[in-house]
């Protein structure tokens, strides 16, 4: 029975691990394609989109150091390389030669995509006993939130 118990919590950590994996690589491929954004937006929203852009940029960047240090904090291996975080990675890479609302659109889109998977992370880090991992998860939930109701106003989108 306490082998039973010990493999369950075990699957429950190698979750863990799999999900700040995950988002480790979400947020890589979404650090390169904003700044393609940031470098390729045109039109009369330019100014503003290129500084939210940038912006968004440099918080991807430090989501992923935080939840690296967080997997390698645990006993996990984060992901180092571009190829495998776009193997793995939910979001696509950006695509050249696409508007600047259609460059918000598909950023909404990711960011859905990247809300439900961090809330998933926080529940599988809450299932294992891990609340800084949850803790950390929870904050890129706000932040990500509030980053996405403000693309999805741009567009004149309700959330």
Not at 80 to 85: K, M, N, P, T, Y
Request: aromatic share 10%; net charge negative.
């Amino acid at each position: 029975m306490a082998k039973a118990k010990t493999d369950k919590k075990a699957n429950k950590k190698d979750e863990v691990k799999d999900s700040l994996n995950k988002q480790v690589a979400n947020f890589t491929v979404l650090w390169t394609k904003l700044h393609n954004y940031h470098w390729y937006v045109k039109g009369p929203n330019f100014f503003s989109l290129h500084e939210k852009f940038e912006e968004l940029y440099t918080t991807a960047g430090t989501y992923v150091d935080e939840l690296a240090e967080r997997l390698l904090s645990i006993g996990g291996e984060p992901i180092g390389r571009q190829s495998d975080a776009i193997k793995v990675a939910s979001v696509k890479e950006a695509e050249y030669d696409i508007d600047a609302n259609e460059m918000v659109k598909r950023l909404a889109k990711d960011y859905d995509t990247v809300i439900k998977e961090l809330d998933k992370g926080k529940k599988a880090a809450e299932g294992a006993g891990d609340d800084r991992t949850a803790d950390i998860f929870i904050g890129m939930i706000t932040e990500v939130e509030k980053n996405n109701w403000m693309l999805k106003s741009f567009l004149g989108k309700e959330v």
